[in-house]
């Protein structure tokens, strides 16, 4: 089919999916499968993407790891790092000016809502996007509310925040947002990942 439709390009999301527990093709099954694609269709490159746990799929197979370009790692926003720190900032404080566009009364202080998504999912900006689609449900199924209301916030919160040690809802709670916290985040996420090797000496300390 690759060769009848001239594809160039065929591009993989999610492929940790082909090697997560439950599954019903084997980690090598999957790999060989992988392999037979590439060997058949040398004019497609191919593009692999997930979260590192989906390296089995090279790991299984030795040659298909001959295959394959070194991968690209694509970590969460390090809040230690001050260019990634404002990275993550930026784009949260467009996400807290469209929140505030639909709320009724006072919002949230700007650098806390920043944080609080910071802590959603510590640098992973897609658990911002959960959290943003839990407030537009939020929204739409709460008959009584024309507005966005503060315990919306603290809703999709609850409901996108990974597990932390922490139990804090910014958006229940008027306690300190730490850098400290904001890091133990970042690390516990990178450690989840089995990302250890990318964690800067200087930030290991106290390191989950």
Known sequence: ??????LRVAIFDETQHM???????AVRAASDFIKGLIEESPQVTFIFSGIPLAARLREE?????????????????????APERE??????????QTVCSVMDGESVDAMRFIKACYLLGGGCFGFVI??????ANALEQDAQASHLQPHHLALAFEKNSRDTEYSLNPFESADEISDEMLL???KLVMVEHGLQRFIPIGALVGAA
Do not use: M
Not at 1 to 6: I, K
Not at 62 to 76: C, T, V
């Open 184 to 186: 133990q985040a970042w």
């Open 1 to 6: 089919r690759f060769l009848s439709t001239g």
């Open 130 to 135: 959960n959290f943003v689609r839990s407030l």
């Open 61 to 81: 197979n030795p040659q298909l790891r001959a295959r394959f370009d070194k991968p690209i790692y694509f970590l969460p926003y390090g809040w230690h790092s």
């Open 87 to 96: 990275c993550f900032a930026a784009v949260a404080l467009a996400v807290y």
């Open 19 to 25: 090697v997560e527990e439950g599954r019903k093709t």
